[in-house]
């Protein structure tokens, strides 16, 4: 049993981990722990004695966090567990790239978010074979490589996007 309160608080936590990295606002006044449903309440238990000394960010991703968790279904937290667990056994130098990433992601302008989702789903469509090849021409590529590529792909996305549309016949 106390194993599952230990993964239960660190899925909460996973869920917490991105917002509490940003800076608060100032004069942002968190969430008051009397503010928090009695569900929650139980959930960040481990917090209650030094809940006001949290910055106000770390609170309320906190508070999101435990809201999103208790609306899950339990197959869905099984899942968030299994996640958790998968980032916690990396590396914290692995740990520390992915934030990065992260934030690196989040920086871009929304059509940029798009174009980069966009991309995923057609790797992550791509025959397995197709994808270890690409990721292996990747990985062994110059800085100076990947650069000309990315080049390359943005010069094609470009001159793909300029083209003008053919309009299909009636038949």
Known sequence: MRFDLRSLCLAVLLFAVVPAFAQAPSGASGAEWSSLSGEQQKLLERFRDNWSSLPPARQEALARGSERWLSMSPEQRAGARKRFDRWSDLPAENRRQMRER????????????????????????????????????????????????????RETRKNRDQRPRRLQRPN
């Open 102 to 153: 992260w934030n690196n992601f989040r920086s871009l302008s929304p059509a940029e978010q798009d174009a980069v989702r966009e991309n995923f789903r057609k790797f992550k469509d791509l025959p397995p074979d197709q994808r270890r090849r690409l990721r292996e021409r990747w990985q062994s590529a110059t800085p100076a490589e990947r650069q000309r590529m990315l080049e390359r792909a």
